[in-house]
Structure formats: C-alpha cells, structure tokens
C-alpha cells in the first residue's frame, strides 16, 4: 500500500529525492514519516508531515539538509535529501499514521524501505 522508491548510491555531499506513493486505499487525514534504520542500530525518526503538510518535524541530525513535502493529489510523500553524509546510509522507510506523531508505534502502515548509500 506505501510504494518507497528513489534510494541508490551516492557521493557524500551528493542529492537524492525519495518517494513514497500510496495505493490500493487513501491516507486522506494521515500524516506521514520517514524513519530510517542503519546496520546494526535501531531504527530512527527522519522526518514528519501533517496531511495539510503545514506541520513538519525533522530529527536534529538531518535538519537543514532534508526537506519532506508531500502531494495529497498524487498520493505521494517525498523526502529530499540534500549534502549527503555516509552516516545518512540506511534503510529509509515511508509510513503513514493518523496521527501527528514521531513515534514509529503510531504508524499503522509501512512501506518495504528504499537502501540510502552514502559514499565517502
């Protein structure tokens, strides 16, 4: 139901655009998340937006370089990343939750993640 899509491979300090499409049912009201888990550490919040996209939230370590944004009409939730770090490589996942929320235990749905690998 939650599509992840846009992970590769890529120079520190490089860009990538990840997205997260929706299908088979509507998220209309959920906020969204991107949350991501590196070998051998737990998984982590990225980034959060409400369903008017009016209300964001990003984890310290990506702030000012990562910008989530989304478009209700293409049921679609992006997460650029912008001056990629190798500590950004990891398992990037979508969710969908409805709530406003950080913590992952309120995200109901979960897309299958997109591999981040950020060279140095």
């Known amino acids: 139901q939650l599509q992840a899509s846009g992970g590769g491979l890529v120079q520190a300090g490089g860009s990538l655009r990840l997205s997260c499409a929706a299908s088979?049912?509507?998220?209309?009201?959920?906020?969204m998340g991107w949350f991501r888990q590196a070998p051998g550490k737990e998984r982590e919040s990225v980034a959060h937006?409400?369903?008017?996209?009016?209300?964001?939230y990003y984890a310290d370590s990506v702030k000012g370089r990562f910008t989530i944004s989304r478009d209700n009409a293409k049921n679609t939730v992006y997460l650029q990343m912008n001056s990629l770090k190798p500590e950004d490589t990891a398992l990037y996942y979508c969710?969908?939750?409805?709530?406003?929320?950080?913590?992952?235990?309120?995200?109901?749905?979960w897309g299958q993640g997109t591999l981040v690998t950020v060279s140095s």
């Open positions: 969710a969908a939750s409805p709530q406003y929320s950080t913590w992952s235990n309120e995200y109901l749905y």
């Open positions: 937006i409400n369903w008017p996209g009016s209300s964001k």
């Open positions: 088979g049912r509507t998220f209309s009201g959920y906020s």
